[in-house]
């Protein structure tokens, strides 16, 4: 089964979101992605999982160390994630 944009679109804006609420908007930070995608409850070597991170790097809403395996969000993302929440309540 292919996974449309759409929906990489909307799990990706779920890990920022989840990355948002770790981070404390503190772009300094690093967290585990292999952790944030077990509580999103995806497997971070799956397609869906390199199309959410290629999604995310490309719109410049997270960056990356260590070959990806830790995660941090841009100034970028955090406004991307303030705007997916506020959008939510309404």
């Not at 990706?12 to 990355?19: E, I």
């Not at 397609?47 to 995660?71: F, K, P, Q, S």
Request: net charge negative; proline share 0%.
């Amino acid at each position: 089964m292919t996974t449309t944009e759409e929906e990489i679109k909307k799990m990706s804006l779920q890990f920022l979101r989840k990355l948002y609420e770790l981070s404390g908007e503190d772009d300094s930070e690093r967290f585990d992605t292999q952790e944030i995608f077990n509580e999103l409850e995806l497997d971070s070597k799956s397609d869906l999982a390199l199309d959410i991170m290629d999604y995310l790097l490309d719109e410049e809403l997270i960056t990356t160390v260590i070959g990806g395996a830790n995660v941090g969000i841009t100034q970028k993302g955090i406004k991307e994630a303030k705007d997916a929440s506020s959008k939510m309540k309404v």
